[in-house]
């Protein structure tokens, strides 16, 4: 079992920066492939951007590539996700999410989900 907490998420008007963080607990953070996903209200939850168990990173979209950067800290067991140039449109609710093996932009297929961080962006 793995516990996944995010942090970070706020207010902010457009072209400012936020840091998210997740902290997992439970079973071995490092054999965990882990990502961020978001949902604004009335749409799907869409991926972000996830890195790999074995350290590998993917963004989702043109449009974060850039602006956005996950990493990973296996000391601390905690997943980031640096997001600057923040426009309106990348207002919705973060959520941290963690697999075994490969990482995937299919939401149905990771295992854990932390409870979500959200994130507003004012114009």
């Known amino acids: 079992q793995v516990q996944l907490v995010e942090s970070g998420g706020g207010l902010v008007q457009a072209g400012g920066s936020l840091t998210l963080s997740c902290a997992a607990s439970g079973r071995t953070f490092a054999s965990y492939s882990m990502g961020w996903f978001r949902q604004a209200p009335g749409k799907e939850r869409e991926p972000v951007a996830s890195i790999s168990w074995i350290g590998g990173t993917t963004y989702s979209a043109d449009s974060m590539k850039g602006r956005f950067t996950i990493s990973r800290s296996t000391d601390k067991n905690t997943l980031y996700l640096q997001m600057k140039n923040l426009k309106v449109e990348d207002t919705a609710v973060y959520y941290c999410?963690?697999?075994?093996?490969?990482?995937?932009?299919?939401?149905?297929?990771?295992?854990?989900w932390g409870q979500g961080t959200q994130v507003t962006v004012s114009s």
């Open positions: 999410a963690a697999r075994r093996g490969a990482d995937t932009t299919a939401a149905r297929r990771w295992d854990y």
